[in-house]
């Protein structure tokens, strides 16, 4: 019989892994840490509004995959991601902490928010989790109002600047640049028309939370060279768009990166997308931006 190593378990939505996100999970790691434990994440994937309030409006600050990677680049041994369906959210309290945490996973300890709700209707609370630790011998850990607040707060401040291009902002309380994954595609070619040839993104998942319509200064990783640029997010107006675009102008740079899957960050935003008078003055504008762009990233590695 194969025996399942112990666990130090927190459970969580985890969106954004931000600052609030980074205090508690370096909690976690430190416990498991000083026990001989295995640190894990037990996370839910879709969002259950998705699932029982058929909510597609709902947007995220990482896919489930960039999720994934970021737990683990905090010390997150193991992230296992259950599949949220209507099924999962009928289980009841017994069931979920005996059938997942306990026979699953073999939990030594829980650390959780006071607040935490589970089970069918949610209907169980921490001081129930404390009565089933006794039950099945683990321990509960639990996470300060004060910490659970600075989440739920950072959380939405986070969304709020995205969603206003203040991508400075988010990254200040991310505690790392906010980045969008997607893959390179094929445009309609007008970059290259008037000497600013872009990577046209491609992000797959719909749910992925996109910052407000602008031009940005971004950086990327390509063949293990961190490359600039600049991106549009919009419609291109200037040229009669109709449907929102992601495109990158990266700087001294020519290789060819079609269906290239690349990771992008954002580092600041210059200015709200425009509709322009002509072709002419779209491009002294992008003149313009590029330079500004180039101050600020020289300002960034002196």
Not at 50 to 76: A, F, H, W, Y
Request: proline share 2%; aromatic share 8%; net charge neutral.
């Amino acid at each position: 019989m194969t025996t399942i190593s112990a666990k130090v378990t927190t459970i969580g939505t985890f969106d954004g892994i931000h600052i609030g996100h980074q205090k508690i999970l370096k909690q976690v790691v430190q416990l498991a840490e000083d026990k001989g434990y295995i640190p894990v994440v037990l996370t839910l994937f879709p969002h259950p509004r998705m699932v029982l309030q058929k909510d597609d409006s709902i947007k995220l600050l990482n896919t489930i995959e960039e999720r994934v990677e970021l737990l683990k680049s905090l010390g997150i041994k193991e992230v296992i991601v259950k599949k949220f369906t209507k099924e999962f959210a009928n289980l009841s309290a017994k069931d979920y902490v005996k059938q997942i945490l306990v026979d699953e996973l073999n939990t030594k300890y829980i650390v959780i928010g006071y607040d935490h709700h589970f089970g069918k209707n949610r209907s169980a609370n921490i001081k129930d989790l404390k009565v089933f630790a006794e039950h099945y011998d683990f321990q509960v850990e639990e996470i300060s109002a004060q910490d659970i607040e600075d989440v739920t707060v950072s959380s939405t401040k986070i969304r709020t600047a995205l969603n206003q291009g203040k991508v400075d902002l988010a990254n200040s309380y991310l505690g790392y640049n906010f980045f969008i994954t997607g893959t390179v595609i094929k445009g309609k070619g007008l970059g290259r028309t008037i000497e600013f040839p872009t990577a046209n993104i491609s992000v797959t998942a719909s749910y992925k939370l996109i910052p407000n319509d602008g031009v940005y200064v971004v950086k990327s990783t390509i063949d293990n060279q961190t490359i600039y640029g600049m991106m549009n997010i919009g419609t291109n107006p200037t040229v009669n768009g109709k449907t929102q675009s992601i495109e990158v102008h990266f700087f001294d740079f020519n290789k060819d990166i079609y269906n290239s899957e690349l990771k992008i960050e954002f580092l600041k935003r210059l200015r709200s997308e425009e509709k322009f008078e002509n072709i002419d003055v779209l491009k002294s504008q992008l003149r313009t931006d590029m330079k500004n762009a180039s101050n600020f990233i020289n300002a960034l590695n002196v």
